[in-house]
């Protein structure tokens, strides 16, 4: 059997890097200036964390791949990301909410996993949380600012978090190997997160003016394997030079 | 060649983005350990995806070996993590000298203006040209000016 701990570091990294992908596409096209510079330091921020993680996962593995090779050599149900990250940009408002969604996951999740009686899983979550603190305060003002802004922008909150909302769960779905890590004191079961996260999102909504929407209706599968249409295209686009030229170097 | 002089070679490259800085001043330089096989060079990232760190390396690697020491590897270290606290006093003091507003740890952003010195000052973007830096304005002279974020 596989150590479980490349579950997780896959998980994590894969979650990173898809939305590292997704956002870079706004390079020089964002609404403004700043949210554009913004958004290229967030997916450089999430690039350098899937790439530990990613190397992490090939170094247990042992199988002689490294963080490159697991990126651009696997196929969609190779990857571990939840559903959420691989949505479609579609607009501002929605890459916003997006990552905000993201963010606050992340901070909790990297906030336990800085604790985990694994070493380098606790080394790499707490290298990568002081960035993601910084992440998770720009899109929270953000979603505040917008969502209790004009008619127009905090309906556009609004429709992005309800269009969100059912991919979001991806992040609060058990696995059998989340089972072991979790009787190894490495990681949370990470149904155990999403109480804290919901609060949070409560919090902030008094704030917004939006409201987090009832249902707990998830969409599932991303642990498995199980993607959307839409990770087929991501990876197209990324993997493609490598699948093309493969080991091509700058 | 012993290992406090290699230390004292490597702590004085200059940051890439930063020349007025050195590794020293960045706190980057985690130790230097003498190996069987030669000097162990232990770095800190300071962003993850800092594209300067593979920078660093090359000028570390480029330091050694024009004073002629060849036998050595750098080592990525993660623990303990690097954050803004690492840089030294003298390192703000160079920051400030060269008009990047250093780090102000506690508060929401920069001290005072680097140029004027007022402490009226208004963020301008939460990022900046580099990732280690964001955008601030001063609202006395009305230069803008970066600001080493608090980490
Ligand atoms: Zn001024």
New interface residues.
Partial sequence: MSDPRIHLALRMGDNSLILAQQNSKWCGHAPT??ED??L??????????A??WLGFAAEIECEGRNADTLAFFRDTEEFRNSLLVERPNVDFATTLMRQYLFDVWHLEQLLLLSQSSDTLVA??S??????VR?HR??SQSLVIRLGDGTIDSHNRMQEALNALWSYFGSFFEDSKDDELLFDLQTSPMPSSLYPSVLEQLNQDCVLSTLKTPESEFWQKGAVQGHHTENLGYILAEMQYLQRTYPNSKW | MDVLTVKSIVESVPDPEIPVLTLGDLGVIRGVHERDDGFEIHVTPTYSGCPATRVINEMISEALLSAHIEKFTIKKVLSPVWSTQWISESGKAKLEEYGIAPPNPGAKGPKSCPQCKSTRVSEISAFGSTPCQALWRCQECLEPFNYFKCL
């Fill in positions: 200036l700043e510079i913004a290229a330091n967030v997916s450089l921020d999430l690039m350098g964390h790439q530990m080394e790499i707490q290298k990568a949380l002081v960035e910084y305060e720009r």
